[in-house]
């Protein structure tokens, strides 16, 4: 605990500017000493209230014991209280001009009560000693993050896995967390865990989407530092960590942001510009210099004192829309008649180059489901400056294949092709989420068509194209092992499915295509380069075979895939391929330990003069029904 200067008049000014970065180690409660005196400081902006007093378990919860003095001309409140210290709880108690008396959780705490609770706690987030300074390192020194391999295992905490058998619902905390999912991930090959919503949120049903505390990780798993011990711990194993983070709209709940201080502080004042009617939520005002510096520096918290290695931020469309979910009369056009909101625009700017360009090696990826050009673009060509943005795109045109009867897909051949035409508008994450497997759409394996092996079969052939496919990857926890229940938040994932043997062998399979991936540069190094990807036959639809190659920038250890998209067995199939010489089979999908027959097949293939998809050379390969087999050359 150091001493803590007062809220200053430069202070005030940064936040005035949007440019207090570190806005979290002001406002807020900070255990410091004052005058000899151990004692918490806290502050709070709240401009339009008439009078703000803290109130905790430190003064019985007494609305005139701790009023806080007004600083002008922000409208900032602060003041010393010798008589908190850390791991008190407290809120704001706020008179607003029109006579209502307010209960508010702290908007910057840095830990907060356990739902049902809503207090804010008092701690003191500077203890950690962190040790991976080699990952920091390593990650500032990264030039081009495009460039590296990046998987990515999308995890809820409180149902990846549970403690049985206890009276509370036996969530893993962050540390115990990091182990068991820091061993599972090394072992089946993820670069890195994308942990959704753990910005503290009073409902699990919400996922940590409907976030109350911007600055404080959920206290459902531990403390803080819990919380920086697991990121350290992931890091120290070469695992990077993600975080969904949600600055497009927040609920209503009374102890949040909502009408802070008696007034729309943090959301447009207009309904037709400040409330989603599809979610019930609120949206933030951009346009307001100290809102946008509240997101900032939550954001700048989770990378720079938290360590996290990029932001997945969510809904982006519904903030660059201002009639997205909207019915006409129900928003407002912008000054030049249209739907974007510039507010939103210049926010995703302004943010992303500050973060990327104060912590290389970081990244921001953008949750965007629409044709919004330039996402990934540079500022400078009016692009937005995310690092990468979620392919929804491909992920509906594949799932939609993936759930045909194999007879149909030969009408719907494109469907599979049709994202390569625009691969290189973009930097993508080819994505398997949480979204798709919620709200009675089935899990990934219920949606493939066909009973029981078969399912299996059509998943598998659907995984290996997607890993061989351009972009980074991402899948959501179960779908590794063919979890068979729609996901739920109230339950751990079912992992009694592993003793079956069809459940094992499609982890086995994902497992060692996650290897290969992160093994053969071809498959990461250059996803937007025309030169790194060729199709050998788009066209097969007859057949429903897709044949390409990912070739490295040296010209070494390229890879050829090949996928069947129907059961049955092509045993005169024949591949052509681009250069004449001896192609080695690194993954074949027909391995008992997969699944298949187990029938050996040699390990080489000498390419011959014989012309096949309209190249001079190939080579002749039995492909069994939903066959995949991918080749080194």
Same mark, same amino acid.
């Given at each position: 605990?150091?001493?803590?200067?007062r809220?200053?008049?430069?202070?005030?000014?940064?936040? +005035?500017?949007?440019?207090?970065?570190?806005?979290?180690?002001?406002l807020?409660?900070?255990?410091?000493?004052?005058?000899?005196?151990?004692g918490?400081?806290?502050?709070?902006w709240?401009?339009?209230?008439?009078?703000?007093?803290? *109130?905790?378990?430190?003064?019985?919860w007494?609305?005139?014991a701790?009023?806080?003095?007004?600083?002008?001309?922000m409208?900032?409140?602060?003041?010393f209280?010798?008589?908190?210290?850390? +791991?008190?709880m407290?809120k704001f /108690?706020?008179?607003?001009?029109?006579?209502?008396?307010?209960?508010?959780a702290?908007?910057?705490?840095?830990?907060?009560?356990?739902?049902?609770?809503t207090?804010?706690?008092?701690?003191d987030i500077?203890?950690?000693?962190?040790?991976?300074?080699?990952w920091?390192?390593?990650?500032?020194?990264?030039?081009d993050?495009?460039?590296?391999?990046?998987? *990515?295992?999308?995890?809820?905490?409180?149902?990846?896995?549970?403690h049985?058998?206890?009276e509370d619902?036996?969530?893993?905390s962050?540390?115990?967390?990091a182990k068991?999912?820091?061993?599972?991930?090394?072992e089946?090959?993820?670069?890195?865990?994308?942990?959704?919503?753990?910005?503290?949120?009073?409902?699990?049903?919400s996922?940590?989407?409907?976030?109350? $505390?911007?600055y404080?990780?959920?206290?459902?798993?531990?403390?803080p530092?819990d919380?920086?011990?697991?990121?350290?711990?992931?890091?120290?194993?070469? *695992?990077g960590?993600?975080l969904?983070?949600?600055?497009?709209?927040?609920?209503?709940?009374?102890?949040?942001?909502?009408?802070?201080?008696?007034?729309?502080?943090?959301?447009?004042?207009d309904?037709?510009?400040?409330?989603?009617?599809?979610?019930?939520?609120?949206?933030?005002?951009?346009?307001?210099?100290?809102?946008?510096?509240?997101?900032?520096g939550?954001?700048?918290?989770?990378?720079?004192?938290?360590?996290?290695?990029?932001?997945?931020?969510d809904?982006?469309?519904?903030m660059?829309?201002?009639?997205?979910?909207?019915?006409?009369?129900?928003?407002?056009?912008?000054? /030049?008649?249209g739907?974007?909101?510039l507010?939103?625009?210049?926010?995703?700017?302004?943010?992303?180059?500050? *973060?990327?360009?104060?912590n290389? $090696?970081?990244? =921001?990826?953008?949750?965007?489901?629409?044709?919004?050009?330039k996402?990934?673009?540079?500022?400078?060509?009016? +692009?937005l400056?995310?690092?990468?943005?979620?392919?929804?795109?491909?992920?509906?045109?594949?799932?939609?294949?993936?759930?045909l009867?194999?007879y149909?897909?030969?009408?719907n051949?494109?469907k599979?092709t049709? $994202?390569?035409?625009?691969n290189?508008?973009?930097?993508?994450?080819l994505?398997?989420?949480?979204d798709?497997?919620?709200?009675?759409?089935?899990s990934?394996?219920?949606? =493939?068509?066909?009973?029981?092996?078969?399912?299996?079969s059509n998943?598998?052939?659907?995984?290996?194209f997607?890993?061989?496919?351009?972009?980074?990857k991402?899948l959501?926890?179960?779908?590794?092992?063919?979890?068979?229940?729609?996901?739920?938040?109230?339950?751990?994932?079912?992992?009694?499915?592993?003793?079956?043997?069809?459940?094992?062998?499609?982890?086995?399979?994902?497992?060692?295509?996650?290897?290969?991936?992160?093994?053969?540069?071809?498959?990461?190094?250059?996803?937007?380069?025309?030169?790194?990807?060729?199709?050998i036959?788009?066209?097969d639809?007859?057949?429903?075979?897709?044949?390409?190659?990912?070739?490295?920038?040296n010209?070494?250890?390229?890879?050829?895939?090949v996928?069947?998209f129907?059961?049955v067995?092509?045993?005169?199939?024949?591949?052509?391929?681009? =250069?004449?010489?001896?192609?080695?089979?690194?993954?074949?999908?027909?391995e008992?330990? /997969?699944? +298949?027959?187990?029938?050996?097949?040699?390990?080489?293939?000498?390419?011959?003069?014989?012309?096949?998809?309209?190249?001079?050379?190939?080579?002749?390969?039995?492909?069994?029904?939903?066959g995949?087999?991918?080749?080194?050359?």
């Amino acid at each position: 605990m150091g001493t803590m200067g007062r809220f200053s008049e430069l202070d005030m000014y940064y936040l +005035g500017q949007a440019t207090h970065y570190e806005i979290y180690r002001k406002l807020g409660a900070h255990p410091t000493e004052e005058k000899g005196k151990k004692g918490v400081y806290f502050a709070v902006w709240a401009p339009n209230a008439a009078k703000v007093s803290v *109130i905790g378990s430190f003064n019985n919860w007494q609305e005139d014991a701790n009023e806080m003095e007004r600083l002008e001309p922000m409208g900032v409140y602060e003041t010393f209280i010798p008589e908190a210290a850390e +791991g008190d709880m407290y809120k704001f /108690y706020i008179e607003t001009r029109d006579g209502r008396r307010l209960y508010k959780a702290d908007p910057y705490a840095n830990y907060a009560e356990l739902r049902p609770g809503t207090a804010s706690v008092v701690t003191d987030i500077t203890h950690f000693k962190w040790t991976d300074a080699k990952w920091m390192e390593k990650r500032k020194a990264t030039k081009d993050v495009h460039s590296q391999p990046m998987s *990515i295992y999308e995890v809820h905490p409180g149902s990846w896995m549970r403690h049985p058998g206890r009276e509370d619902e036996g969530f893993y905390s962050y540390r115990e967390l990091a182990k068991r999912l820091t061993a599972y991930v090394k072992e089946m090959g993820y670069t890195h865990v994308e942990l959704m919503g753990i910005s503290e949120y009073p409902y699990d049903g919400s996922w940590g989407y409907q976030v109350t $505390g911007y600055y404080a990780p959920t206290s459902r798993y531990g403390t803080p530092e819990d919380f920086a011990y697991f990121v350290d711990y992931l890091h120290k194993n070469n *695992i990077g960590v993600i975080l969904d983070w949600v600055p497009a709209h927040f609920p209503k709940d009374a102890h949040g942001l909502e009408e802070f201080d008696g007034t729309c502080l943090y959301e447009y004042a207009d309904p037709k510009k400040g409330e989603h009617p599809d979610w019930g939520t609120k949206i933030f005002d951009y346009g307001k210099n100290e809102v946008k510096n509240f997101l900032i520096g939550s954001a700048l918290m989770w990378i720079e004192h938290y360590h996290v290695d990029g932001l997945r931020v969510d809904a982006v469309a519904s903030m660059l829309y201002l009639d997205y979910g909207k019915k006409d009369g129900q928003w407002i056009a912008n000054k /030049y008649g249209g739907n974007k909101n510039l507010e939103a625009i210049e926010f995703f700017k302004h943010i992303n180059t500050l *973060i990327l360009g104060r912590n290389p $090696g970081t990244v =921001m990826i953008a949750e965007e489901s629409t044709a919004w050009p330039k996402v990934t673009g540079k500022v400078e060509e009016d +692009g937005l400056n995310f690092s990468y943005k979620w392919n929804m795109g491909w992920m509906h045109d594949f799932l939609d294949y993936m759930k045909l009867d194999p007879y149909f897909r030969k009408d719907n051949h494109n469907k599979m092709t049709f $994202g390569m035409s625009y691969n290189g508008s973009e930097h993508y994450i080819l994505v398997l989420s949480h979204d798709e497997v919620v709200h009675l759409k089935c899990s990934m394996l219920n949606k =493939m068509p066909g009973l029981g092996e078969e399912k299996f079969s059509n998943l598998k052939a659907g995984y290996a194209f997607m890993m061989g496919h351009p972009g980074k990857k991402l899948l959501f926890m179960g779908q590794e092992f063919g979890q068979l229940r729609e996901w739920s938040e109230e339950r751990e994932l079912d992992w009694f499915l592993l003793e079956e043997d069809s459940h094992k062998q499609l982890q086995t399979f994902v497992k060692d295509l996650l290897h290969i991936y992160k093994k053969y540069p071809a498959m990461y190094e250059a996803d937007t380069d025309w030169n790194n990807f060729e199709w050998i036959n788009a066209d097969d639809a007859y057949r429903s075979i897709f044949s390409f190659v990912r070739k490295s920038k040296n010209g070494k250890k390229n890879l050829l895939f090949v996928c069947n998209f129907t059961p049955v067995a092509r045993e005169d199939y024949r591949v052509g391929v681009p =250069m004449k010489k001896q192609y080695k089979l690194i993954f074949n999908s027909d391995e008992k330990k /997969y699944g +298949g027959s187990g029938e050996t097949r040699p390990l080489t293939y000498r390419a011959v003069a014989q012309d096949c998809d309209n190249r001079p050379y190939s080579f002749a390969y039995p492909l069994s029904g939903y066959g995949v087999a991918i080749f080194e050359y």
